[in-house]
């Protein structure tokens, strides 16, 4: 079923070669193993992983330039979207944050095994890590799939983005309802809204939209919050 990835991704003028089809069938078979442990995803069939996980994981690739971009993927989770773009382009500065330990050490033993250099392990939680100087406004891109509704996400990732940057929010449906309740939090954060990205996924597996945010202004200290407080009490 990897195979058919290239044929998805083709039509976008994306195409992976033998090695980066050989990486996506690691992380695969890497998947499925440790899912039975540790229990990463409810998605499992070969077909569902193939555009659901990685194909989807890759589309921010058919709208922006990521080529030696430092990101940042916040609650990277099993690895989506960071890992697969890593794979398509293997010169980013990728940083994998995530709250829970077992899958951070998941997300080890994944780039030890696909040989990726340039990938930095965090747990941790976004609260916190992003008053760290080391990270703090650091990042061309922050990128986050399913994390949290817009308004809550922006808090969580646009202070880790340089001005001059951008935040990708990778979500399903209801993206404009999602950013019109989050516009002026955004604005707080130091952010505009650049654009709504939407797409169908292959075989009628549902659709897709990337809010794109451009960071135009430094974010105030005080943001984000402390843990859970972003999530208890949205930005208005």
Do not use: C
């Amino acid at each position: 079923m990897i195979n058919r990835l290239n044929d998805y991704l083709r039509d976008h003028n994306i195409s992976l070669d033998s090695e980066q089809i050989e990486k996506f069938v690691e992380y695969n078979r890497l998947l499925i193993e440790y899912n039975s442990k540790i229990n990463l995803t409810t998605i499992t069939m070969p077909l569902e992983v193939t555009i659901k996980h990685f194909f989807d994981s890759l589309t921010p690739a058919f709208y922006l330039d990521l080529e030696g971009k430092s990101i940042i993927d916040i609650g990277a989770g099993a690895g989506f979207p960071g890992i697969p773009l890593k794979i398509l382009f293997p010169e980013i500065q990728l940083t994998l944050l995530d709250s829970l330990q077992k899958r951070i050490k998941f997300l080890g033993v994944v780039a030890d095994s696909l040989e990726l250099d340039g990938v930095k392990l965090i747990h941790g939680r976004a609260e916190e890590l992003a008053h760290d100087a080391a990270h703090r406004e650091q990042y061309d891109l922050a990128i986050a799939r399913a994390v949290a509704r817009l308004n809550v996400l922006a808090e969580l990732t646009l202070p880790f983005v340089k001005v001059g940057g951008s935040l990708l929010a990778m979500k399903a449906s209801k993206a404009e309802e999602e950013l019109s309740e989050a516009t002026n939090a955004i604005r707080k954060l130091g952010g505009q809204a650049r654009d709504i990205y939407t797409l169908e996924l292959p075989e009628d597996s549902g659709e897709r939209n990337l809010i794109l945010i451009d960071k135009l202004a430094w974010t105030p200290k005080t943001y984000p919050r402390r843990p859970g407080e972003p999530a208890r009490r949205p930005l208005t």
